[in-house]
């Protein structure tokens, strides 16, 4: 009983028990449960909004509007879809380069995908979009957006503890994740009233950090007892650069989705664009430069290419202008991939992080930069620069926030980047205690990375005598 | 001479005749004169229409239409290059699975789905398109939309019988299927005025079935002879789900792209993202709970997670509310993967039916299902929850439907139904019988699943005794 | 001295030197330097346009605009996306096909890509978006599109390179093809007054020479050496298929993104819709035709089908019918399949032009065949057809090009034909000139088409003892 206890509670590795990693009826029964709920609240509480339900065709008289061109939908949808593609394929395939761990990455993470943006819509309706009229929260494709990005949050976390946790634990780690996460964007974007159109905040630093408290609660110390499983082969990272090159093209759309109409989202687009292209250049250089005889490493191109769309999220619809968002593209290709090279091995070894995909070099830090960025491109916004009308658009100086000045929007920036920071590290403690519990069905030790453990897994027909005949010479060339 | 005829009537194979796969002469006869045909076709029939046309200027001015935006272009362009995907990725990666038949899956999913989309045009333009005033077809993006539409249902039908056929066979199989979608879509919606925005009926319950028929034609007593290719490897399991994931993320637009302006789009993206989410679920589970220690199979994760889009695609512009399309997609997550457990192999051994894909689990039953639950959903639509004009404008009640009713509507629904289900079965049988003639160079039953038919292989390093000693054996048989 | 000299002058292979591929210095140096430069260039010059800066509300208002779905972003971005997605993956896919060089195929095509949209942007800018009232260069989303069109000519180029140089030459390379293109764009879209809505004048034809120049000046007269490498196999074909399809699927959005508003845009997409199916069925037949057994080669299936976008790049908005698009399309299949079957060798052998990806088959020849339907279609343009008004709009017959006939403006087609063919041969050959300089850093010919010269590759599973120990005892444990 006391051990019990105990290794939920302490950070260190005091259960050596062997793993039962039969999910038969646990995981049947937990997506069983939790989708019957899901369908007992989307019944009771949600409905279509105006833009949605049959009434649009009244509503649109009422309201004087012209046209059906002027449906939210034409403004979002193909963002919408841009989104869909990066938290499905972009995530997904992103963590497939590890040798034998594919299907877990692509089918995990469509596995808690799906069930997240459910219980996204619900948490993020009852603190968004509740109609106070009738108790039901109305619903359209800016709620299936924001599902998304908060299903992203979680997708994130996932990065740090790829190949160490059971689908249990994953479904676990959503639930509070993304419950977690609408308490969290609430008091950022509503109580505060900061901007983050794109998310560095409450999506990344959040999501990040939540992980990576998760991935020290659950640390592994015989982790190397699957170091041979830890790697990548040449095809695996072919298809992770299928993720990389998803997120990072369709990163405009991300961070434009649910910025203003107009010039709101046609300038997050460029922004991000900008930082993008920069960051590329210098996750390369600094990958070649840092390694022996100057060769590329694959993580570095898959991972830190995309810090510069993370970085530049918060102030993407701001005025932070192109060469802003080349300096900011340029700084975070340096540090993430500095991150990858140094800091990640170092956390492994001092700090008892393990963090399966780097997501420490390309969300965490990325994203407290584009907190800052943000904090000071808002303090710095002037009405020369944005115009009168424009910098009440831009910053939502409406309502009761019509007295707030840049200057204060920057504090509140500010502090609602301690927010998301304060609430992915508590709440991953909270939740990787929970995740300690020993009946999940987590892998052992030596068992980590493994499809096998989770997977009806095809046997190969790989490992040929001719194959192995030319790899022995390959080895002998090394030599 | 009696043989000939009986091996083209009866399914049973009574042609164990040597197999000559040598297309050299056949394909490209028949690539050339279909092509031929199509460009006299097209010369003849097809117009551009007032939207695509360089008099939408003056068109514009004539009908006070103020802006481009109003330009169907662009209310579904968006949609349409999301189907695209559908068609080429999505289909033709989905059935890369087979571990020697990618070439196949995704190079003949190609050739037939361009030759389709062509042909489609010209046999939908006849039906839905022609201008009387001057006997031309006048297509716009719409048209597009629905030539996509319109080959998915022959690339479900392929997916029955892949690695089995020539792709000689499947231009003959192309050839009929669209012509007889197009006739059994002009009698579902114009005759009968049923709505089918997705397609749940015309395309999926139809394509199935005449695929299915087409298989059970085509049984091959002894394709166990080819059971060592019959099977995925690891990277083959993960190219399939690039297929996968592009249906399933672009599914709601595949619902929506046709669906009215405005809040009929918007509505049915809502309800197809929301049944395959709760799909995902309950297909995993189901697959968790089925198999030995729990473990997942790829092929459910394949394919039955994209159940709920096929299920509400009649329904997905309907007031099917959020929590209806939840209901479905939880049933047929359910369905779909028990499919795949239970009926796929008894189909095999008692019905004759060899269905490479398990398109009956996919698209047969939740196909049927859509039908049903759209029949439904449609006999039980009342004002309140549509408005009036909501309800004229989501079911067509105008002209010389405008005196029908709800209840009414719900049987001619599922009068539609049926006839999808019987042009399916009947077109399949016939169709199967043609393809059973002994001249369209379709594979041995030892060599089917097998890309050496029909394609150069690049010789990999990577290749098994098993492969060595099998490849040894093609080498002399090709002598 | 003499010898360095002549060796960057004459195209024979004076330079039998050892290599020196450790671009650990010079890669690093090249990107710092020049994403500085762009920064700097970037903070002088580049400024948002009226529709994505802030001052869009007051735009908006003087210009009578009622919606900001009038926003150039709703009318393009989506087309926008479609056409990275083309670049980053389309281009970069599509050269995965070598067996060990898919690292360098899809990085340093992202590497270029990232870099040449920045430059792009500015040279673009200068010539076309300069706001004389500043000097500032106003961009938008159309500016993206521009830049990505332009990049494209240099990725077409890195095709005819591929595996053959280093990140360094490439960075080269691009510089001087943006560079270079900006200018030929300049003339042809500008003095010359020509259209070319997809480029296949400015991009294809320009890149395509720019590229076969560059490798004829870089010829390697052992390059036999490598030739163990210069296949592919199974699965990087499968791979390059993902490229093939991508830019299948999204071409009609490529020559479409940058038309006119409403039925150009429109237009555009619908015959290169057509052309591409077409393509697919003539490339699939003579593919099958001319091979032993009529089997299909995947190098035709991944390139020739695309050939038929290509050459409706510059009449793609005219009124060129869908007929005319499909017997484009026709022609072009075989041709380009006939340039892979006897023209690529010949060219090897005798012309000293080593093409990797055959992007004279599939750029140049199309290309040049575009250009020509252009200046036809342009020539024989009449008022019945496009209407008074639409005429005008469809060439730009406005301010001082308005006494301009159909059929001068076909030999100002023609002329801007010339004007790229020149550039590109020309340019190339300069630039190749340069590379030959033996300081970048380029393999040596028997380790060509290798990603071990400049990526850390890991060793595969398929391999090592530790594996095979591994794989053996799972055996064991199945038994």
Known sequence: KTAFICCCIFPVDMCDRPKNTDVRLRLPAVCFIWQTAMIILFGIFIRYDSESSPYWVEYKRDHNISSDAENDFYFRYPSFQDVHVMIFVGFGFLMTFLKRYSFGAVGFNFLIAAFGIQWALLMQGWFHSLDYSDGKIKIGVENLINADFCVASCLIAYGAVLGKVSPVQLMVLTLFGITLFAVEEYIILELLHARDAGGSM????????????????????????SSRLQGSVYHSDVFAMIGTLFLWMFWPSFNSAIANHGDGQHRAAINTYLALASTVLTAMAISSLFQKHGKLDMVHIQNSTLAGGVAVGTAAEFMLMPYGSLIVGFCCGIISTMG??????????????????????????????????????????TEPVYGSEGLIKTFGFEDHFEHRTPA?????????????LCF?????????CILRLPIWGDPADDNCFNDEVYWEVPEDEESSPQVLYYNSHMHNKDM
């Open 340 to 381: 990858y090279i140094y800091l990640s091995p170092f956390m492994e070894k001092h700090l008892k992080i393990q963090d399966t995909c780097g997501i420490h070099n390309l969300h965490a830090m990325p994203g407290v930069i584009g907190g800052i960025v943000g904090a000071i491109t808002a303090a710095a916004a």
């Open 424 to 432: 992915g590290i508590g709440g991953g403690i909270i939740v990787g």
């Open 408 to 420: 204060e929007q920057g504090g509140y920036q500010a502090a609602g980047m301690c927010v998301a």
């Open 202 to 225: 409450v999506i990344h630093t959040f999501g990040a950090y939540y992980g990576l408290s998760i991935s020290w609660m659950l640390y592994r110390r015989n982790l190397d007892q």
